[in-house]
């Protein structure tokens, strides 16, 4: 009772930071709501400006809001912070561009130009370039000063300002203007690319419902979609999204799924049909009968994943934050141990000249490049695989994609439709064929599995569950029951075994349900699974993306799965497994990775939780958004069909190949630039470009990502 009223104190807020700007700061901001009291964990996504609070005692919720907030405008002047409010139509992005801030720099360019160009007397001259430097760096000097009175010292801002105020006490005017004219220009720019990846993500949370018409007798009322109850009925006109999900109880049309799993083709829906929030009606009137809650809907749930996903950071994200937490105060060191060693140590050693190299090492040692780029870049890869129906819940599952060893599958509903059909019925001693197929249709008709459904689809006729008493269902085994009196027992050989009755030792091919009435071996019945049609596909896609070991583990019989494995080519099989059978199989698995490897569980998220749980990452198929999928897994693919896995594992690898190219560039530019620097090869122009034209250029490449999404078509064959 206590670990109860300890959970209800839990509580998590999203707070919005509307103007946040510097990714270091945002680190920053990070570290220090993580560190307040009561905070159990927080996280801040630079690219969404979502902070992420997750608070020990719901009571202590006003207080760390309050706190956080203050720290957040603290570090970086100007932020506005708000609560995220749910159901709420998304905001809309400001514009980056203010005009307000181009018509200063342009001033200030402008200003500079002229004083480059005429000549003039030394006092003018030095004018127009402090006027020039005013325009395009005051500001920066500003926060810097405002962020040194909050013990805010080793930041871009402070960088700028100390590199560019030392080049004016050079007389280098000319270098001190351009440097803080382009770093502002780059910043712009920078933010520009950082508002086109959000736009992107902006295009997955479009499928975002409205409202919703609700019908009230002959009244038809706009409301909005969390304020339709379950049982309610809504009217959907054509070129409306579905608000909610439901089932069709008058009309006909074609829906577009495509903003939930990523299919372009449309699909036929009619009356007694599901559908869900999200999918848009492109012909028809529908009448819908809502089955959900809008917080419980597809489109809520998928909302919530692509918002949070983010928040889950990648180890490659994790490392550079804190890479760069040390990296900037060490530059700071070397740059005054360059500028004061050698002319207090070699009479011949000039202090401007040694100054000067401290001030482009100054210039060249913001970390934004790497800062920005890289969350950016798995962002991308979020976003890019929302968009092809690939819910990935956060950065480290999709690093640990890329690093793919092994594919463990589920057979039925993963591999194979999950769509039985009852191909023979097999009688035996007293029993007839018809007698078979109504004693287990009614012992199954309180059950859910597939196999049961068929079963009953079989019989055809209407179920009368009063005629079933003391129903029992063994998971992953079968059913026992008492049907009018007789006691049946439906399911696995090993059951019917169990219960002391002697099964002939009979091979059949397919899935088969054995059957005992009255204590007695009484026949069994035979049903037949249809591979999915891109299931070898993806098994050989699989195969030349270089995941070599790909193994299948099933409940069901050593002949149904041999059958399944020998059609797409899968050599390691292990079948009539419980779920607790293939957690103890995954691990083996597991034991034989190599140290960074990765093992991947890919099942329907129903009956395979326990090991989609274990698996370092479990893909479930999510059958438009079932629950249990969503619920269980770290990666949902959203259209049922294995090639899914497939383009997974390509944008997955294409982020990383990008993240590591930006790590690269980063790294590779600014070493060689502070080396040259430090010898006295590298002038301010060239400190610039290592700064501001690096991380223009990384966040440029990690956009790149977002182009994923254009993966070659899936072979219609």
Known sequence: MNKGLLAKQHAKKVLLLQGLSCANCAAKIEEKVRNLDGVRAATLDFVARRLTIEVENQEETDRIVTE??????????????????????????????????????????????????????????????LLAYGLVGGEIVLKAMKNIGRGQVFDENFLMTIATLGAFALREYPEA?????????GELLQDMAVQRSRRSIQAVLAIRPDSANLLLGQEVKRVKPEEVPVGAFILVKAGEKIPLDGRIVLGSSTVDTSALTGEALPRTVREGDEVLAGFINQN????????????????????????SAAAQKAPTENFITTFARYYTPAVVLAAAAIALIPPLTFSTAGFSLWLYRALVF??????????????????????????R??????????????????????????????????VEVVPAGKWSREEILAYAALAESFSNHPLARSVLAAWGQPVEQVLVSEYEEISGQGVKAVVQGTRVIAGKRQLLETEGIAVPVTEVEGTVIWLALAGEYAGYIRLADQLKPDAKQAINSLRQLGIRRLVMLTGDSQAAARQVAEQLGITEVKAELLPQD????????????????????????????????????????????????????????????????????????RTKQIVWQNIALAFGVKGMVLLLGAGG?????????????VALLAVLNALRILQSQRLPDRDPC
């Open 389 to 422: 129906g690939i819910l990935v819940k956060g950065g480290n599952y999709l690093e640990a994609l890329s690093k793919l060893e092994a594919v463990v599958f589920d057979k039925t509903g993963t591999l194979t439709q999950g769509v039985f059909q009852v």
């Open 362 to 387: 100054l210039v060249v040692s913001c970390p934004c490049a790497l800062v920005v780029s890289i969350p950016l870049g798995f962002f991308g890869g979020l976003g890019a695989a929302a968009r």
């Open 284 to 307: 028809g009137l529908l009448t819908i009968e809502v089955t959900r809650a809008y917080e419980e809907s597809a489109v809520a749930r998928i909302l919530e994943l692509v918002q």
């Open 681 to 693: 090869l590298a002038t301010m122009w060239e400190a610039v470009f290592a700064d501001v034209g």
């Open 582 to 653: 293939k957690v103890v199989w995954l691990e083996k698995i597991e034991q034989e990775k190599t140290a960074q490897g990765k093992v991947a569980f890919v099942g329907d998220g129903i009956n395979d939780a326990p090991v989609l749980a274990r698996a370092d990452i479990g893909i479930a198929m999510g059958g438009l958004g079932a629950d249990a999928a969503i619920e269980a897994a770290d990666v949902v693919l959203m259209r049922d069909e294995p090639v899914q896995l497939v383009e997974a594992v390509q944008i997955a690898r």
């Open 177 to 185: 203007v351009a440097v803080m004219l382009f770093y502002q220009v």
């Open 68 to 129: 956080a907030s203050r720290i957040a405008q603290q570090i970086e002047a100007g932020l506005e912070v708000r609560e995220e409010e749910k159901g709420l139509p998304e905001e809309q992005l400001l514009t980056a561009v203010k005009k307000g801030e181009l018509l200063r720099l342009g001033i200030g360019a402008l200003v500079y130009l002229l004083a480059l160009v005429l000549k003039m007397p030394t006092g003018l001259e030095l004018l127009l370039f």
